[in-house]
T-cell receptor
Framework: DAKTTQPNSMESNEEEPVHLPCNHS???????IHWYRQLPSQGPEYVIHGLTSNVNNRMASLAIAEDRKSSTLILHRATLRDAAVYYCILRVGFSGNTPLVFGKGTRLSVIA | DTAVSQTPKYLVTQMGNDKSIKCEQN?????MYWYKQDSKKFLKIMFS???????INETVPNRFSPKSPDKAHLNLHINSLELGDSAVYFC?????????????????FGSGTRLTVV
């Protein structure tokens, strides 16, 4: 799977939107962009994924650049419970034997 | 109902002992995984089983032996525990093939087993 680059940490005020960036300049045409997050003392959890178009779900939105070399996870209103490490992961569609490979992620702090 | 459950949640043991961690998933997934998260918080894949068949075996010491009695269970047995084995071990499950448009495209992780070797 191609590599992603994320800031080590970010900070946000509660109830404000948060934009978490991810660069993936070597993304291939078959790579899907996945986001997972890991809350303190818990296992990672799936957040959202996309290929080319922007995606929305109940947890977040995913904005994908037109050239697909970067993407942004958007939390519309950060809450204290959103404080976690957020991982941006590229995964080949129909990847079969290829597991999720986690990088360092971005540690998001939310300030009350 | 917990989707992926691991037992025990905490495990403290002495060097040289043998211990097992159990994992069960009730999601109907066909693939299960073990990940290790060390003190620096890096998550690394260790093993993957699909329908009881080992499909991924990363560079892990032979002291670690996974066992999958059926596709809903994946256990991890560790022999001759060492201080460096101290970590949090996560079990996860998914469908083997990531299918676009399907509901079942993500990994579901357990809450982890914190292993401390003293």
């Amino acid at each position: 799977d191609a590599k992603t680059t994320q800031p080590n940490s970010m900070e946000s005020n509660e109830e404000e939107p948060v934009h978490l960036p991810c660069n993936h300049s070597t993304i291939s045409g078959t790579d899907y962009i996945h986001w997972y997050r890991q809350l303190p003392s818990q296992g990672p959890e799936y957040v959202i994924h996309g290929l080319t178009s922007n995606v929305n779900n109940r947890m977040a939105s995913l904005a994908i650049a037109e050239d697909r070399k970067s993407s942004t996870l958007i939390l519309h209103r950060a809450t204290l419970r959103d404080a976690a490490v957020y991982y941006c992961i590229l995964r080949v569609g129909f990847s079969g034997n290829t597991p999720l490979v986690f990088g360092k992620g971005t540690r998001l702090s939310v300030i009350a | 109902d917990t989707a992926v459950s691991q037992t025990p949640k905490y495990l403290v043991t002495q060097m040289g002992n043998d211990k097992s961690i159990k994992c069960e998933q009730n999601l109907g997934h066909d693939t299960m995984y073990w990940y290790k998260q060390d003190s620096k918080k890096f998550l690394k894949i260790m093993f993957s089983y699909n329908n009881k068949e080992l499909i991924i075996n990363e560079t892990v010491p032979n002291r670690f032996s996974p066992k999958s009695p059926d596709k809903a269970h994946l256990n991890l047995h560790i022999n001759s525990l060492e201080l460096g084995d101290s970590a949090v071990y996560f079990c996860a499950s998914s469908q083997r093939y990531f299918r676009t448009g399907a509901d079942n495209y993500g990994y579901t992780f357990g809450s982890g087993t914190r292993l401390t070797v003293v």
